[in-house]
C-alpha cells in the first residue's frame, strides 16, 4: 500500500527553505505551494514559523494558518502586530476566520480585541454568527458563501449576475433558488445554466428537490449524507428552511478522517481529543491515564477470582500455566468480532434491528471458532503427556471461552448503540479485560466439574 | 454523536416499497431517490432486486447497481435478460461500467459475452481500458471523462464547446489544457472561464502549475493529496504525461472510508476483505481464523515459561494470582499507544524520521504510567496483607511491564513502515500476546532477584 507516489510533484527540501529563510528570500518563498511549506512546519523553529506568516504574501499566509491546528494558529496570531494579523485574517474563509478568532480569543482576548477593532464590521458579524453554531454540526463546517438565485430570473440574467458577482470557486458550481423569505426553493448546477438556453427562466430548470440538513445536524451524518447521495455541496438551512450557508465536500472529507480516527482511538482505548505528534510526555500520562486505571482496577477482578480458587491451583500447580493461554486467547476472539461490528455500525452496514441476526451468525462462527481452539489445546495438552481429564478440562475451557467471547464482543457495541453511546467505546483493551475475568471463572468452574477438584470434593 | 438528524430528509418506509412492488407500481417507484431504495436494499429479497432494475427506467437502474457490492453486481446481472443488462449499463459511468463487467465476467463468463456483443464498440474499448489499470491506484479510481482545451482557444469559443459538447455534471468544473500530444499543460476552472472576457486566451488565463498523479499511483496517496491540495478534481496522466483521466473528490470519499476499515480491521486482527454484514458463519470462521491460530500459537509460549518457573509457582501460589492483572495491564497500555502512534503514521502526522522522538517521547510516558501502576499495585497487595517483599516484587514488575510495553507499542509500528508493511497490522492482539509472554519473563525475573526463590535459591 505504500508506494513511492506523488512523484510528479515536485517539492522543495527543508534545506531550501531553511536557506531561503536565512536570506530572507521572501519573494522565492511566496513562489511555493502552501503545502510545501507546510510539509515541512513541524521541522521548522516557532520563530520562522511566525516570520513566514508575517512576511508572506496574506493570501499565502492565510492558506498556511487555515492548515494549522487551532493551538498554532493562536500561538502565531499572538506573536504577529495586530496589522499584520488582520491583513492575513482578512484572507481567510469566514468559516476559518470564526475559529481562528475563536481560539486567539481563547489564547489573549486583549490581542483578540485589538485584532478585532482593525476588521470590518461585516466580515466580523459573519464570523460571529458562525462561531455561534455547535462546532460538531452542519453549522460549524458550513460556509456562508454561497450563489442564490430567484425563481423568475432568466438564464441570461443568472450568469450576468454570476459573472459580476464571481463568487469563489468552490461555491458557484451549485446554484440556490431561494424566495423572497430566503427559503430554499430549488438547485441548479452552473453545468445545467450554462447549457441551457439563454432566455429559459431558472423556475423552469432548477430541481425543486434539495436534499438540505440543518444548521444542528451532527457533522458525521452530513459526510453520510454527501457521501450516500454522492454530492459535491449540500446546502444547509436554519429552523425556518432559511438557507445559511453550505458544506463541500472536501470539508466532509476531514471530518470522514477524524470521525475515523476518533473510532481508531476509541477501539483502542486511548484518548481522541489529542494530537499525539505534537503531545509532550506529561499531557499524553494525563490523557492516557483515566482509561488505564479504569482497566487496572477492573482487572483487579482477575485477583480476586484466582485468589478464591487458590486451593486448586495449589493442588494442580500445572493449571496456572494454561491461564494466560486460555483468557487471552478470549480476549484475542472478542476484540476481532468487535472489531467488525463497531465498524459495520460505523458505517452503517449494521443497524440496531440486525442484532439477531448478527447474533445467530456469532454463536455459528464462535462454536467453530471453540471447537477448533478446543481440539488444538487438548492436542497441545496430551504432547506434554499431562492426565487426559486436564485434556478435556481445557478442551471444554477453550471452547466456552472462544463462543463466549464472541457473543460478548458481537453483543456489546450494539448494547452501547442501543443506549446513545458511541460503540467504538467496546474497545480491545475492553473487551481483554472483561474476557480475563469472565475467562477465569469459565476455567475454574469447568476444572472444578470435570476434575471433581476443589473446596467441597478435594 | 448520534442525533436524529438528516430530519428533512424524506424517506420512503420499506412496506411502502414492498406494496408498490407487489402492485407493480413502477412508475411511483421510478420516483424514488436510488438512496431510498438503496436503504432498504438488503431486507429486499434477491428477486425483489432483479425485478426492480429489470423494471425501473436504466438511468435509476444503473445508479442503484453502481452502489451495490461487485458480488451483488453480478448476482444481479445474470438473472437480466441481456437487452436489458445492456440497457442499465450503458447508463453507468465508464469506471463503474469497468467494474460491473468484470464482476460479471468472473460469475458468468457466457453471459457475459452475450451482453458485450450488445454493447457498442468504443464503449467496450473505453471499459476494458480502464479494467487494464489497478483497482487501488488512480487508474482504477479515475474516471476518463473530463474537458480538455487548447490553450489558443478564447474564453467564448471555449464557452461555445462546452455548450455543445454538454458534459457531465462532475467533469465540467476543471477545464484541462492539452497540448497537441495531449500532454498536460495547464489548469483553468469552469468559474475563471466564466468571469474572464469572451476575447482572452485560454493559455493566459490558465495555470500552468497542475498538481497530477499518474495511473499507477496508490489510491491512499491520491486520497492524500486531495485532501492536502484541497481539490476538488485530480487530473490523472500516463508514463509520458498525456491526460488519461480526472479523480473527483466524492470518489476518494469512498477511498478514505475503505481504507480507514482497513486500518481499523488490522488494528483489531480481523480480516479486510470482507464485508461482516454480509457473509455467513462459514466465511467468517475462514477469514477470521488465520490471525486467531496465529496468535494462539504464540500465546502458547506463556505455558512454556509459566511451565519452566513451576517451581516458584509451587512454593508461593499467591505470585500465579497476579498474573492476568499483570500482565493484561501490559496489553492494555501497549495496545493504547499503539493505536495512537498507528494512526497517526496513517495520516502522516507522525514519520519514519520521527522515531526517536517519539521514543523519548514514550520513554518518559511509559516511566509515569509504570510508577503509577506500580504504586497502586503495592498499596493493592498491602491491603490484602501479604509480605511487603511480595509488594515490592510486583510493584517492581509492574513498572517494567509497563515502560517495556509503551516502548514496544510505539516502536513495532515504525518498525513495520521501515519494512514497508501496514504499521495497523501491529494489532491490538498482537500486542496483547507479545506482552503476555514478555509480561511473564519480566514477572519471573523480578520475583527470583527480590524475592530470592527460584531453582537455584529457593
Same mark, same amino acid.
Not at 484518548?271 to 494530537?275: F, G, R, T, W
Given at each position: 500500500m505504500e508506494q513511492g507516489a506523488g512523484e510528479r510533484i515536485e517539492t522543495v527540501s527543508l534545506e531550501q527553505i531553511l536557506a531561503a529563510l536565512k536570506e530572507e528570500q521572501w519573494a522565492q518563498l511566496a513562489e511555493l505551494r502552501p503545502q510545501e511549506l507546510l510539509e515541512h512546519w513541524d521541522e521548522l523553529s516557532e520563530e520562522d514559523r511566525a516570520r513566514l506568516v508575517a512576511e508572506l504574501p496574506p493570501e499565502l499566509a492565510a492558506e498556511l494558518l487555515a492548515n494549522l491546528a487551532e493551538e498554532e494558529q493562536s500561538d502565531i496570531l499572538e506573536v504577529l502586530a495586530p496589522p499584520n494579523a488582520r491583513a492575513v485574517l482578512e484572507e481567510l474563509d469566514p468559516d476559518d476566520l470564526a475559529d481562528a478568532l475563536q481560539a486567539l480569543e481563547e489564547a489573549d482576548p486583549e490581542h483578540a480585541e485589538a485584532v478585532k477593532s482593525l476588521l470590518g464590521p461585516e466580515v466580523l458579524a459573519v464570523a460571529e454568527a458562525l462561531a455561534s453554531y455547535e462546532e460538531e454540526a452542519a453549522g460549524g463546517l458550513m460556509t456562508p458563501e454561497f450563489v442564490s438565485l430567484r425563481a423568475n430570473m432568466t438564464v441570461d440574467h443568472a450568469l450576468e449576475f454570476l459573472r459580476r458577482a464571481s463568487p469563489d470557486a468552490e461555491t458557484i458550481y451549485y446554484l440556490y433558488v431561494v424566495d423572497r423569505e430566503n427559503r430554499l426553493r430549488g438547485v441548479l448546477s452552473l453545468r445545467e445554466l450554462i447549457v441551457a438556453? $439563454?432566455?429559459?427562466?431558472i423556475g423552469d430548470i432548477m430541481d425543486p428537490d434539495v436534499v438540505r440538513v440543518t444548521t444542528g445536524t451532527d457533522q458525521e451524518e452530513v459526510a453520510r449524507i454527501i457521501a450516500d447521495y454522492d454530492l459535491s455541496v449540500l446546502p444547509v438551512v436554519d429552523e425556518e428552511d432559511r438557507l445559511v450557508g453550505i458544506v463541500t465536500v472536501d470539508d466532509v472529507l476531514d471530518v470522514v478522517e477524524l470521525e475515523a480516527t476518533e473510532d481508531i482511538h476509541r477501539l483502542g482505548a486511548a $484518548?481522541?481529543?489529542?494530537?499525539y505528534a505534537r503531545a509532550r510526555p506529561w499531557l499524553l500520562f494525563r490523557k492516557r491515564v483515566p482509561w488505564l486505571v479504569l482497566l487496572v482496577v477492573s482487572m483487579t477482578l482477575t485477583f480476586n477470582v484466582i485468589s478464591h480458587f487458590e486451593d486448586i491451583l495449589a493442588e494442580v500447580v500445572v493449571l496456572a500455566a494454561f491461564i494466560p493461554l486460555l483468557i487471552g486467547t478470549g480476549g484475542n476472539v472478542g476484540a476481532q468480532v468487535a472489531t467488525l461490528v463497531v465498524r459495520a455500525l460505523a458505517t452503517r452496514d449494521l443497524e440496531l434491528r440486525d442484532y439477531l441476526r448478527v447474533l445467530a451468525k456469532e454463536i455459528g462462527t464462535g462454536l467453530m471458532l471453540g471447537v477448533a481452539f478446543g481440539v488444538f489445546v487438548m492436542g497441545y495438552v496430551l504432547v506434554f503427556r499431562l492426565e487426559a481429564g486436564i485434556a478435556l478440562a481445557l478442551g471444554i475451557t477453550m471452547l466456552l471461552i472462544a463462543l463466549t467471547a464472541n457473543l460478548v464482543g458481537a453483543s456489546l457495541p450494539f448494547l452501547f448503540r442501543r443506549l446513545g453511546i458511541?460503540?467504538?467505546?467496546?474497545s480491545s483493551p475492553g473487551i481483554t479485560t472483561i474476557m480475563d475475568v469472565v475467562g477465569l471463572l469459565i476455567y475454574f468452574h469447568v476444572v472444578i466439574w470435570v476434575l471433581r477438584l476443589g473446596p467441597g470434593v478435594g
Open positions: 438556453a $439563454p432566455s429559459t427562466q $484518548p481522541v481529543d489529542i494530537d458511541d460503540p467504538a467505546l467496546t
